[in-house]
């Protein structure tokens, strides 16, 4: 069984940065694609950002020139690099990882408030 473990949230205020990494425990990580999504309190989850094994990346639109998808395939370890916070970005965020069958983590939570 796959596991996804999050890190890396917590309180920031506007304009500042975060940065979230999901460690997965499977070496199916280097061929799968990784990414992440996010739900705002009342709002349905959304999708942010994803890496495919050959390093193709997409953003939502909301995040593109702000956050920054990674992946190091020695650490089995992706990287959500989020700058210029904004309290929009306010959200539990999950990481994913799809390889035929897709695994979630349990989720990180971001506070981005004054």
């Known amino acids: 069984q796959v596991q996804l473990a999050e890190s890396g949230g917590g309180l920031v205020q506007p304009g500042g940065s975060l940065r979230l990494s999901c460690a997965a425990s499977?070496?199916?990580?280097?061929?799968?694609?990784m990414g992440w999504y996010r739900q705002a309190p009342g709002k349905e989850r959304e999708f942010v950002a994803s890496i495919t094994s050959g390093g193709s990346i997409n953003y939502v639109d909301s995040v593109k020139g702000r956050f920054t998808i990674s992946r190091d395939n020695a650490k089995n370890t992706v990287y959500l690099e989020m700058n210029s916070l904004k309290p929009e970005d306010t959200a539990v965020y999950y990481c994913?990882?799809?390889?035929?069958?897709?695994?979630w983590g349990k989720g990180t939570l971001v506070t981005v408030s004054s």
């Open positions: 499977d070496r199916i990580f280097s061929i799968s694609t």
């Open positions: 994913y990882m799809n390889n035929r069958d897709i695994y």
